[in-house]
């Protein structure tokens, strides 16, 4: 794959029709923001990018030359798992060289700025940085004052665009399409950056998208996104293929939003018996860290429905595929 970088085309799909990946399509950006700005043949193209990476991990040796002597930043100002340590593991199946910079016991307690902490570790040589923030928009001030290439790891309740890509390559791989699939994407709505990415990924690609959760907790302005709004779990459980249950975010609220975790977990938790009445084959979602017995029961969580390992086992190979996709120059 070339590593020539041109404008990308844009356009825009309507519901239920199935994109096609083009051939010969050439991947032409520095950075990977958000899906905001792609468009569905380069989300289609990091998908594809996975499937081929997807096999490494099956290797006694699970390791390629792709990235070799290139260096990955991980720069993480809030907290992580799964994001921190499948990127850094996808940069050493890749043969990159990674460092790890974390907020806590760095010079950010002394004052130094996001700017310049990220300028002084570019100075070390990095060639790729994969930026967790707080602060929405971060990772996208940063793409412009940096030469290195930026992939957004989170930002506030902006976007999580790897955990959406990851979370489309699964519905893809379990369903064997995206048009026409019916999403739920159900809980704390407005404070979810996992619920901004899923929504413009899954729109783009022909996904039929309906987000559930209480008026509180679901701004209304969402609709502008191209999906539906229910307030009622109740209502749409039958209808749906997928549900993606989200975390409540309390770190990025006071609280007051519902009346009890009690209360919240009756009218918007799924259990057993919420599952009895969905579809058989019904996939659940949920991008972890789940809050057991509030979003999801352990009866749910760890059942057959559930494919949360599966989107974990597949976050590894859609960082591969981004961290070589935007990688200055490949081997
Ligand atoms: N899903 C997700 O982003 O998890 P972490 O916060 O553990 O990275």
Redesign the pocket.
Known sequence: MSSKRRKPPRRDVRLHEEVTAEEGFVWTRKDLLGLDELSPQEILHILDTAESFKEVSTRSIKKVPALRGKVVGLLFF?????????FELAASRMSADTILFTSKGSSVSKGETTLDTVKNIEAMGVDVFVI?HSQSGAPHLLAKQVGASIIN??DGAHE?PT?ALLDIFTIRQRLGRLAGVKVAIVGDIAHSR?ARSNILGLRKLGADVTVVGPPTLVPNAITAMGCRVSHSLDDILDEMDVINMLRIQFERFGGGLFPSLREYSKLYGLGAQRLSRCKKDVLIMH???INRGVELTSEVADGPNSCILQQVTNGLAIRMAVLYLVSPVRE
């Open positions: 809030e907290d992580s798992t799964r994001t921190r340590m499948s967790r790891a989170g999580h955990q996992v991008p972890g860290p």
